[in-house]
Structure formats: C-alpha cells, structure tokens
C-alpha cells in the first residue's frame, strides 16, 4: 500500500523550432505525420516548461493538471493518451519487482509553467507536452531513453517529441501503421554547433487563427502542392539539413530553412479555403533578412516561421553585431514594426537536454 504518502518528480523542457517543418498527419488517433522534420532545441535559460508531478492515494480527486496556475482539462485524447502509456509502463516495471510502490494506480497531479509568457503566441505546445511526458517518467522511474519517451510525446502534440532533447533532433516519421517507428533521434547536440543563435521576433502575441492541428488536416485534405511537398521537397530538405547540421555549414543551413519555411507556407496558401499565417510585419521581416544577407555578400541570417506571423531568425554568434544592428535599425526606421508592436527576445543560445 502506497498510503498517503505523495511522490514527486520535477523537469524543465525547452521549445524547439523547426528548420524541416513538420506538416501534415497520416494517421490523427496515433499522430503519425506525412514527413519527417528536424528542430533546432532553444536555450532553457529563455524559453523552457517546468514540470512537477506528483501522485498520491490521497488523491481523491483523480488526475488533475494546473497550467500556469489554471486548472486545466485532461480529459482530452492526447493527454489520456499520455498518461495511459506512461501508467503501462510503470505497471510493466511493478508488475517484474513486485518489491516497488504501485504508482502506476495512483491519480496524478500534474503542475506545469513556462518561463515565457503565454500570450506571447509562441508554440508552448512541444515543451508542454515533452515536459509532462519526462516529469511522468522520472516519477515512475522508467528506464525508457529519450527516444522512446518520444514516441509517447508525439501523442500527446507532434512537435513535442523533438523537445526531449537538447541541440539538433529529427523526428523520422516511421512506416510503421503502429506507429512505433515514428520517433525522434539526435542529429547532433547543441555543443557540435555552439555558435548557433535564435532571434525571435513577437510580431504579435494574439492566439494564432487556424490551430496547426486544424489547418495541417485541411492543408492534407485540399492541397494539391503538398502532395509534391511530402514526397519530393521535404526528403531533399531533411538531407540536405543533416549534411549542413553535421558539417557546420550555415549558408547551405539557413538556405534550406528558408526554403522550407517558404514551402510549408505555399502549402498553406494553397489550402481551400487558404490559410494565412504570416501577415505584413512577417513578410517585411523576410525582406529585413534578403537585405541583412544581401549587405554581408553571404548568407548570415534565415527566417523561419510556424503556424503564426511570429518570425525566429537563426545566425551565428560572430555574426550577432551585424544581424541584431540591423534588425534594430528595421524595427526603428520602418513604421510598420512600430504599428505592429514587435519585441525581440533576442540571442537564444541553444543548450543541450532536458534538465
Ligand atoms: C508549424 O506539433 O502543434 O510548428 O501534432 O497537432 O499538436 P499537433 O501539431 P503541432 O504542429 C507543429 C507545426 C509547426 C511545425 C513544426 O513544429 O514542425
């Protein structure tokens, strides 16, 4: 008997933001995707979740998970889906030494912040997700590698299985109809390419239009360019990004990134009816970026963008003075930005793991 004794576990999750985006599901109950995608993992110190979970026989609520101090609903099918896996899990392990506590039986309480405002309309979903899967695992005690944590991450929101891991991590989408192929791995840690660094401009803190689980199941059912995006421009992007990743080269890294952020927004647009999630700050962000490139003579800088006008731009650390000068003298000297209320949260370093 477990009495009424309480067991805890914490962790911290970081955001990621994807270089190949990830972009379409081939199976919603599993979230199984159409592509594959690779993230570049943001520092902890700028960006992360922290996680406490606890579970106690004097529980006499059940499961219950606060969010930024909000009480929040589980009843959903992904966080079910979470707990269900992590339970069967420690059930396994009790069930071999009969000699541990029965966690796997107890309710959960589950209490989760970020460190970067929610309504800064930054995705919060993959730390969210990664954290309560990793905060779960480490109060049960699974013996179960990142990787396979990821599998059960993924459930709960796709991106979130590359948010249990630090520097660069690609989710191989998997052929498998169960799913248990369709996981994330280290393409390399963040100490391989510690010059990296993320700007993230906030071009608007409103709650994004169309959700990406929505607009990516309308973009699957009605597009007709995405069709060549999964089978043809997204397996060039991934490879051309692991061989840029593992030989440090930015130009060829921040060309694919923009290419592929590009893609996935033409995808986008071609959905019936459209979806558009950049808007004029994000495109002048775009031509702020041509510019900044086009001035060095090299390519220094790429923008990228999720299913939100908010716009991360990547560059490396000897490069910081030329691309932060010249986003200040853009947010400066064009009203637009004025207009729009853009914040930088600038110079993310990356870090590796989870905390
Ligand atoms: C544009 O992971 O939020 O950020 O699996 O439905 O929860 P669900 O979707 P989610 O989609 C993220 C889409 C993206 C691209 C990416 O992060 O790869």
């Not at 966080?79 to 396994?92: D, G, K, N, W, Y």
């Not at 309480?109 to 309504?119: D, G, L, W």
């Not at 790429?302 to 490396?316: E, I, M, Q, S, W």
């Not at 650390?317 to 010249?326: I, R, S, W």
């Amino acid at each position: 008997m477990a009495g009424n004794k309480v067991y805890r576990a914490s962790t911290t999750a970081p955001v990621n933001i994807a270089v190949v985006k990830y972009w379409g599901k081939r199976d919603a109950k599993l979230n199984l995707p159409t592509n594959s995608s690779l993230s570049v993992t943001l520092s902890q110190a700028d960006l992360r979740t922290l996680t406490t979970a606890s579970c106690s026989a004097s529980y006499s609520d059940g499961d219950s998970l606060m969010l930024n101090g909000e009480p929040s609903d589980i009843s959903g099918a992904r966080t079910q889906a979470c707990f269900r896996e992590l339970r069967a899990r420690r059930a396994a392990l009790e069930a071999s030494n009969p000699s541990l506590p029965k966690l796997s039986t107890l309710p959960l309480k589950i209490v989760s912040e970020n460190n970067f405002p929610t309504a800064a309309g930054l995705a919060s979903s993959a730390a969210g997700f990664a954290a309560l899967v990793q905060a779960i695992a480490n109060l049960y005690e699974l013996p179960d590698s990142p990787s396979e944590l990821s599998l059960i991450a993924r459930q709960g929101s796709g991106s979130a299985c590359r948010s249990l891991f630090g520097g660069y991590v690609a989710w191989r989408m998997g052929d498998k109809e169960d799913g248990s192929d369709s996981m994330a791995d280290l393409v390399a840690p963040a100490s391989h390419w510690p010059n990296m660094r993320a700007l993230i401009l906030v071009v608007s803190a409103a709650k994004k239009g169309v959700s990406s689980t929505s607009g990516m199941q309308q973009t699957v059912a009605t597009s007709g360019l995405f069709q060549q995006r999964i089978a043809q421009v997204v397996p060039a992007n991934m490879d051309l990004m692991e061989q840029a990743i593992k030989a440090k080269d930015f130009a060829k890294f921040a060309e694919v990134t923009m290419r592929d952020s590009n893609s996935f927004h033409a995808c986008c647009a071609d959905t019936y009816p459209p979806i558009f999630y950049m808007n004029d700050v994000s495109r002048a962000a775009i031509r702020a970026v041509e510019s900044i490139n086009a001035k060095a003579g090299r390519t220094i800088a790429a923008y990228t963008f999720d299913a939100g006008p908010n716009c991360v731009v990547y560059y490396l650390e000897e490069d910081a003075p030329t691309v932060l000068g010249a986003f200040a003298g853009v947010l400066n000297g064009v009203s637009g930005w004025k207009e729009d209320s853009v914040s930088a949260q600038s110079g993310a370093k990356l870090e590796d793991g989870i905390a």
